[in-house]
């Protein structure tokens, strides 16, 4: 069974930091491209950053410069810090795993940026 666990989501004031993890299992992680995708009420999903299986990355034009996606082969885990928040990055974070056909989500962590 292919589990994805978002977690480290919470209430953070424009400005500060946060730690996003995906601990995944049931998958052989690391041939899966990873990324992050959020929705914020009222809204399409949006891309958020993806790592490929050799880990190159990308990023939504939004969080280039502020947001970092890495990954632990070894914890298969996929991270993704967060920096300099803004009120508009207030959205659900999910993860997804892609490997060929095969499509997998999270089911999103809440991430609120607010004074």
């Known amino acids: 069974q292919v589990q994805l666990v978002e977690s480290g989501g919470g209430l953070v004031q424009p400005g500060g930091s946060l730690r996003l993890s995906c601990a995944t299992s049931g998958i052989i992680f690391s041939i899966y491209d990873m990324g992050w995708y959020r929705q914020a009420p009222g809204t399409q999903r949006e891309l958020v950053a993806t790592?490929?299986?050799?880990?190159?990355?990308n990023y939504g034009d939004s969080v280039k410069g502020r947001f970092t996606i890495s990954r632990d082969n070894n914890k298969n885990t996929v991270y993704l810090q967060m920096n300099t928040l803004k009120p508009e990055d207030t959205a659900v974070y999910y993860c997804n795993a892609k490997f060929a056909n095969r499509v997998y989500w999270g089911k999103g962590t809440l991430v609120t940026i607010s004074l």
């Open positions: 790592i490929t299986s050799r880990s190159n990355t």
